[in-house]
């Protein structure tokens, strides 16, 4: 039938609305309590997650690195060469600064593999005891690096001593071992070692169960190596931040601290292993001067008395003015060649291969920048060799200039003997055609000269080695510090993780959010009407008024308009019939049909209660039935129930209708539906209900007309001709959504006049204000066909 098309239609349009955000708003606000419960418990939730978390301490230092760059300038050339200039670089610095092997020193050295803690209850963070532990834990002969994974100690205090639980790893599998220590100190023996237990002095056992955790150093230093950051201020600045997140704050700035301190012990070994390898060269070198110059005054004191020389300076000192310049371009060439042909022994021997090359004493600048550049790459390949493994690129590039350097040494060093060979071999044919002109000169002046002069190269060679011992010395002794500290280890204040204010404001916000979004999804699938903004949201129509719930109704009666009654149920029945009197206000529109769509809306209490209140005007008033299968106005005003009334006057068992008007009170009267009839539809058809409707306008002032729900049953359409206004009822939290959009349809279609609509039991809260009203009412819709009636 064409009303279930109707109705179908409005189903499918009210899917589409929009959402009312005003509404949502105050449906937030009304329910206030559940967003205050949310948030309080969502707080509390947020409180207790923080608690299960361990807090991180930032602990941060900044240190100026002296980045070094003192190669000679000769060495620069060498760059178009392919070769490294051997210059340390920030970037470098860093590495070295997080070399796990570096870091593991530190790990070691300060015991970071062992921690303390108390047993956490409920699962909540036990803060770390460093430093602060009642107990402490030494391995005794096992080390650290040989850990075979973790150790768990849990210390259980007794009446006399402590219960240790012991968790650990032997031969691939975890094993667990109980130990009793009647006193402490004690020792715990295990499969994998033994350990020594002893009290904290001035750390008190505050109770409870207190866990020691040994991990191996080399894993732990993982940790740190991934914790710790390293970075520069600004571009090419060699000003480093050094960061470092821990759950202790002393243990963060310890480890910083030790860090700084190692790194420059590290730095000043490496600048002392020149030093170092060249004094040692120095104290051999001393020694076999020492014994040569022995050796050689032994000869002139032999010589002096096997030829029973007293003066031979004096003798020879004429010859030894004359050959001065000889003799001291001879020791020259001599000494250098001396002190090259070491150097060339000491570099071919493969035992020295990878030491540094002492370059003492070498006069060719070409080659003592040569030595100090191969001296400069060994040591920079043993730190990067601490720092990366044997396949790197960079160090393998290094190995290849070390092999290419040792070799350029190596015919350098030939070169430069050679030279001085040559130097020496022209200087004694000189010194040759000298001497064939001193023939004269006796044999043991120019033996003594010979053995005065091996003398003297002793003398001035064991003079200059002494020298350069006292400067190495002085060397090794004013090496500064490669890091100098700008700003001390420090961790700040609060803890860097978690953060407490976002989390909290998290929760919160999720506090805000769950009863939001269940709100909303409850009013976004809500389909019934939910107060009068709904309503005014969903209709086309005038919404000529609101009912509350009613209260303290009297038994059997659903009026609760009365005279000089300033009650809100009062005003809002004002309200409404004040609307409907602007919809009536032509002349002779009196008639208003009250109507419905579906049982138990309310329309016959809209019904009885808008014509008391328009019969309280001084207006006389008649109250028909015209719900032919369902009258309840008899028990709705609480009277009695007739056997005859409208549908008896159009089933022609009446013919003068005033013989059904009833009078409820002055003003106020009322045609009862009568018995129920087989063919109600049949009946308002009939041409007698225009004539019941044209006639009875004439006598009263408005005709109020209770019918049949338009949304069950089509009877309500007849009487649409004889009406002037339409009044559907819908009631909140009963009438589908759908319902608003069939009545918006029967208004587009106009099969009603002039139709307004009215929320009954409204919420006042929602429409009006903060104070709620009800009433009990139900409505009990019957369908039946009484007997002994016909269809005339």
């Given at each position: 039938m064409k009303e279930q098309e109707i109705l179908n239609r409005a189903t499918t349009e009210v899917d589409g609305g929009e959402i009312d955000i005003r509404q949502l708003v105050y449906i937030f606000i009304s329910k206030w309590y559940l967003f205050t419960i949310s948030v309080v418990i969502l707080l509390v939730a947020g409180s207790l997650y923080l608690k299960t978390q361990t807090p991180i301490y930032e602990s941060k230092a900044s240190i100026l690195v002296k980045v070094e760059q003192n190669a000679p300038e000769e060495l620069f050339l060498l760059q178009d060469m392919g070769f490294s200039m051997g210059k340390n670089n920030i970037d470098n610095e860093i590495g070295v600064l997080k070399s796990p092997d570096l870091i593991s020193r530190i790990v070691t050295s300060l015991e970071l593999y062992t921690t303390y803690r108390y047993s956490s209850r409920f699962g909540f963070h036990s803060p770390e005891l460093y430093k602060n532990s009642p107990i402490y834990v030494r391995m005794e002969d096992v080390e650290p690096e040989k850990i075979p994974g973790t150790i768990h100690f849990i210390f259980s205090p007794k009446r006399e001593g402590y219960s240790v639980d012991a968790t650990f790893a032997h031969n691939g599998t975890e094993k667990t071992k109980e130990v009793i220590l009647?006193?402490?100190?004690?020792?715990i023996e295990l499969p994998i070692g033994k350990?020594?237990?002893?009290?904290?002095?001035?750390?008190a056992y505050i109770g409870g169960a207190l866990e020691v955790t040994i991990s191996n150093p080399t894993a732990v230093a993982r940790g740190y190596v991934g914790s710790l950051n390293v970075a520069t201020f600004a571009k090419q600045s060699s000003l480093l931040e050094l960061t470092l997140r821990t759950e202790n704050r002393q243990k963060g700035e310890d480890f910083i601290q030790a860090l700084?301190?190692?790194?420059?012990?590290?730095?000043?070994?490496?600048?002392?292993?020149?030093?170092?390898?060249?004094?040692?060269?120095?104290?051999?070198?001393?020694?076999?001067?020492?014994?040569?110059?022995?050796?050689?005054?032994?000869?002139?004191?032999?010589?002096?008395?096997?030829?029973?020389?007293a003066d031979i300076q004096s003798q020879v000192g004429s010859y030894i003015r004359k050959n001065e310049n000889?003799?001291?371009?001879?020791?020259?060439?001599?000494?250098?060649?001396?002190?090259?042909?070491?150097?060339?022994?000491?570099?071919?021997?493969?035992?020295?291969?990878?030491?540094?090359?002492?370059?003492?004493?070498?006069?060719?600048?070409?080659?003592?920048?040569?030595i100090g550049e191969y001296n400069t790459l060994l040591i920079n390949r043993e730190r990067i060799?601490?720092?990366?493994?044997?396949?790197?690129?960079?160090?393998?590039?290094?190995?290849?200039?070390?092999?290419?350097?040792?070799?350029?040494?190596?015919?350098?060093?030939?070169?430069?003997?050679?030279?001085?060979?040559?130097?020496?071999?022209d200087l004694e044919r000189e010194n040759t055609i000298t001497s064939s002109r001193m023939r004269n000169i006796p044999t043991v002046e120019r033996g003594y000269t010979d053995i005065l002069r091996q003398q003297e190269v002793k003398s001035n060679l064991f003079v200059y080695l002494l020298q350069k011992r006292e400067e190495t010395n002085l060397t090794q002794a004013a090496v500064a510090p490669k890091a100098k500290m700008i700003a001390k280890p420090h961790s700040g204040g609060g803890p860097v993780a978690p953060r407490r204010v976002i989390i909290l404001a998290t929760f919160f916000l999720i506090g805000l959010a769950i009863p939001?979004?269940?709100?909303?999804?409850?009013?976004?699938?809500?389909?019934?009407?939910?107060?009068?903004?709904?309503?005014?949201?969903?209709?086309?129509?005038?919404?000529?008024?609101?009912?509350?719930?009613?209260?303290?109704?009297?038994?059997?009666?659903?009026?609760?308009?009365?005279?000089?009654?300033?009650?809100?149920?009062?005003?809002?029945?004002?309200?409404?019939?004040?609307?409907?009197?602007?919809?009536?206000?032509?002349?002779?529109?009196?008639?208003?049909?009250?109507?419905?769509?579906?049982?138990?809306?309310?329309?016959?209490?809209?019904?009885?209660?808008?014509?008391?209140?328009?019969s309280l005007m001084d207006?006389?008033?008649?109250?028909?039935?015209?719900?032919?299968?369902?009258?309840?106005?008899?028990?709705a005003?609480?009277?009695?129930?007739?056997?005859?009334?409208?549908?008896?006057?159009?089933?022609?068992?009446?013919?003068?209708?005033?013989?059904?008007?009833?009078?409820?009170?002055?003003?106020?009267?009322?045609?009862?539906?009568?018995?129920?009839?087989?063919?109600?539809?049949?009946?308002?058809?009939?041409?007698?209900?225009?004539e019941f409707f044209n006639n009875i306008r004439k006598e009263f002032d408005y005709i109020v007309v209770d019918s049949a729900p338009v949304g069950v049953v089509s009877d309500t359409f007849l009487l649409a001709k004889y009406v002037h206004a339409t009044l559907f009822v819908v009631r909140e939290g009963f009438s589908e959504k759908d319902t608003v959009q069939f009545i918006n349809n029967i208004s587009i279609d106009k099969r009603l006049k002039n139709i307004g609509v009215v929320l009954n039991h409204a919420t006042f809260q929602k429409s009006h204000g903060r104070y709620k009203y009800g009433y009990k009412y139900s409505y009990r819709y019957r369908y039946g066909y009484a007997q002994g009636y016909g269809n005339k």
């Amino acid at each position: 039938m064409k009303e279930q098309e109707i109705l179908n239609r409005a189903t499918t349009e009210v899917d589409g609305g929009e959402i009312d955000i005003r509404q949502l708003v105050y449906i937030f606000i009304s329910k206030w309590y559940l967003f205050t419960i949310s948030v309080v418990i969502l707080l509390v939730a947020g409180s207790l997650y923080l608690k299960t978390q361990t807090p991180i301490y930032e602990s941060k230092a900044s240190i100026l690195v002296k980045v070094e760059q003192n190669a000679p300038e000769e060495l620069f050339l060498l760059q178009d060469m392919g070769f490294s200039m051997g210059k340390n670089n920030i970037d470098n610095e860093i590495g070295v600064l997080k070399s796990p092997d570096l870091i593991s020193r530190i790990v070691t050295s300060l015991e970071l593999y062992t921690t303390y803690r108390y047993s956490s209850r409920f699962g909540f963070h036990s803060p770390e005891l460093y430093k602060n532990s009642p107990i402490y834990v030494r391995m005794e002969d096992v080390e650290p690096e040989k850990i075979p994974g973790t150790i768990h100690f849990i210390f259980s205090p007794k009446r006399e001593g402590y219960s240790v639980d012991a968790t650990f790893a032997h031969n691939g599998t975890e094993k667990t071992k109980e130990v009793i220590l009647d006193k402490l100190p004690g020792f715990i023996e295990l499969p994998i070692g033994k350990f020594y237990v002893a009290k904290q002095e001035g750390v008190a056992y505050i109770g409870g169960a207190l866990e020691v955790t040994i991990s191996n150093p080399t894993a732990v230093a993982r940790g740190y190596v991934g914790s710790l950051n390293v970075a520069t201020f600004a571009k090419q600045s060699s000003l480093l931040e050094l960061t470092l997140r821990t759950e202790n704050r002393q243990k963060g700035e310890d480890f910083i601290q030790a860090l700084i301190t190692e790194y420059n012990a590290d730095a000043v070994k490496d600048k002392n292993t020149v030093a170092y390898n060249t004094s040692v060269f120095i104290e051999e070198r001393l020694k076999d001067i020492a014994r040569e110059l022995g050796e050689v005054e032994g000869q002139v004191e032999e010589y002096r008395k096997e030829f029973q020389v007293a003066d031979i300076q004096s003798q020879v000192g004429s010859y030894i003015r004359k050959n001065e310049n000889y003799d001291t371009r001879r020791m020259e060439i001599e000494t250098q060649l001396n002190l090259v042909k070491y150097i060339d022994d000491f570099i071919k021997n493969q035992v020295n291969k990878n030491k540094l090359v002492p370059n003492l004493g070498l006069k060719d600048p070409s080659l003592v920048a040569l030595i100090g550049e191969y001296n400069t790459l060994l040591i920079n390949r043993e730190r990067i060799e601490g720092s990366t493994s044997a396949d790197n690129p960079a160090l393998k590039q290094v190995n290849q200039q070390v092999n290419n350097m040792h070799q350029n040494i190596i015919t350098s060093l030939t070169n430069e003997i050679r030279a001085s060979q040559i130097a020496l071999s022209d200087l004694e044919r000189e010194n040759t055609i000298t001497s064939s002109r001193m023939r004269n000169i006796p044999t043991v002046e120019r033996g003594y000269t010979d053995i005065l002069r091996q003398q003297e190269v002793k003398s001035n060679l064991f003079v200059y080695l002494l020298q350069k011992r006292e400067e190495t010395n002085l060397t090794q002794a004013a090496v500064a510090p490669k890091a100098k500290m700008i700003a001390k280890p420090h961790s700040g204040g609060g803890p860097v993780a978690p953060r407490r204010v976002i989390i909290l404001a998290t929760f919160f916000l999720i506090g805000l959010a769950i009863p939001a979004i269940i709100l909303f999804i409850i009013d976004y699938f809500q389909t019934k009407i939910d107060g009068m903004k709904d309503l005014e949201g969903l209709t086309n129509s005038s919404v000529v008024g609101d009912i509350v719930k009613a209260e303290g109704l009297s038994e059997g009666s659903s009026l609760v308009v009365k005279p000089n009654d300033d009650s809100v149920i009062n005003e809002m029945f004002r309200t409404m019939r004040n609307n409907i009197l602007f919809m009536t206000s032509e002349r002779d529109y009196n008639v208003v049909l009250v109507t419905s769509t579906v049982p138990k809306e309310g329309k016959t209490f809209i019904s009885i209660n808008l014509a008391r209140s328009l019969s309280l005007m001084d207006k006389r008033v008649l109250l028909v039935g015209a719900d032919l299968r369902n009258p309840q106005l008899s028990r709705a005003l609480a009277i009695p129930k007739r056997e005859i009334g409208f549908s008896s006057y159009l089933a022609g068992h009446i013919q003068d209708y005033n013989e059904l008007i009833e009078k409820v009170e002055p003003n106020f009267f009322v045609i009862q539906s009568g018995p129920i009839p087989p063919n109600p539809n049949e009946l308002i058809s009939k041409a007698k209900t225009g004539e019941f409707f044209n006639n009875i306008r004439k006598e009263f002032d408005y005709i109020v007309v209770d019918s049949a729900p338009v949304g069950v049953v089509s009877d309500t359409f007849l009487l649409a001709k004889y009406v002037h206004a339409t009044l559907f009822v819908v009631r909140e939290g009963f009438s589908e959504k759908d319902t608003v959009q069939f009545i918006n349809n029967i208004s587009i279609d106009k099969r009603l006049k002039n139709i307004g609509v009215v929320l009954n039991h409204a919420t006042f809260q929602k429409s009006h204000g903060r104070y709620k009203y009800g009433y009990k009412y139900s409505y009990r819709y019957r369908y039946g066909y009484a007997q002994g009636y016909g269809n005339k």
